[in-house]
T-cell receptor, first 112, second 111 residues
Framework: DVKVTQSSRYLVKRTGEKVFLECVQD?????MFWYRQDPGLGLRLIYF???????EKGDIPEGYSVSREKKERFSLILESASTNQTSMYLC???????????FGSGTRLTVV | DQQVKQNSPSLSVQEGRISILNCDYT??????FLWYKKYPAEGPTFLIS?????DKNEDGRFTVFLNKSAKHLSLHIVPSQPGDSAVYFC??????????FGAGTRLFVKA
């Protein structure tokens, strides 16, 4: 069964901490994405990557960075966590040929 | 500025009846539309899609209709089942692979 795996389901971090969210896919997909989901706002794209070591800013990249050193792994980094980054974070992947995304189960991050 | 809008936050339907979820978009460059379904504590799962060259796509109980002139699409679920209760996200692409999502509509199917 093909999968996108996010390393943590729940995280609680303190304001100012550096936070790493990890995502791994086993489908050999070229494209990977990080979204955050907030009530009333839907899913908003933070960053995406279409190849190893390549990254592009999404609609809300401020306060975040990403790393893609290997094809299967895409990491989201919160350089200095703030309370307004409390959210559900969703990782997704897709093949370069297009079609729908495969999502991970999400990481609910709370910044206190 | 939301390019993909789902104006109904929630919808309640009786089991066996039709569920109609609506979505409007503003970007005329969108050429591919998708619906995703999300259960609590799970990631969204792809449900059905439609290309802008078509006006209808059907997959079992699920049908998506596209009205390009009105920049409107809808998802019909017939008959609705309690297991269909979930949040449904409308999404759109303008070429490439970057997808824009709506805010979602929570569907309740009552037994």
């Amino acid at each position: 069964d093909v999968k996108v795996t996010q390393s943590s389901r729940y995280l609680v971090k303190r304001t100012g901490e550096k936070v790493f969210l990890e995502c791994v896919q086993d489908m050999d997909h070229e494209n990977m994405f990080w979204y955050r989901q907030d009530p009333g706002l839907g899913l908003r794209l933070i960053y995406f990557s279409y190849d190893v070591k390549m990254k592009e800013k999404g609609d809300i990249p401020e306060g975040y960075s990403v790393s893609r050193e290997k094809k299967e792994r895409f990491s989201l980094i919160l350089e200095s966590a703030s309370t307004n980054q409390t959210s559900m974070y969703l990782c997704a992947s897709s093949p370069s040929t297009g079609g729908g995304y495969t999502f991970g189960s999400g990481t609910r991050l709370t910044v206190v | 500025d939301q390019q993909v809008k789902q104006n109904s936050p929630s919808l309640s339907v009786q089991e066996g009846r039709i569920s109609i979820l609506n979505c409007d978009y503003t970007n005329s460059m969108f050429d591919y539309f998708l619906w995703y379904k999300k259960y609590p504590a799970e990631g969204p799962t792809f449900l059905i899609s439609i290309s802008s060259i078509k006006d209808k796509n059907e997959d079992g109980r699920f049908t998506v209709f596209l009205n390009k002139s009105a920049k409107h699409l809808s998802l019909h679920i017939v008959p609705s089942q309690p297991g269909d209760s979930a949040v449904y996200f409308c999404a759109a692409k303008a070429g490439g692979f970057k997808t824009i999502f709506g805010a979602g509509t929570r569907l309740f199917v009552k037994a």
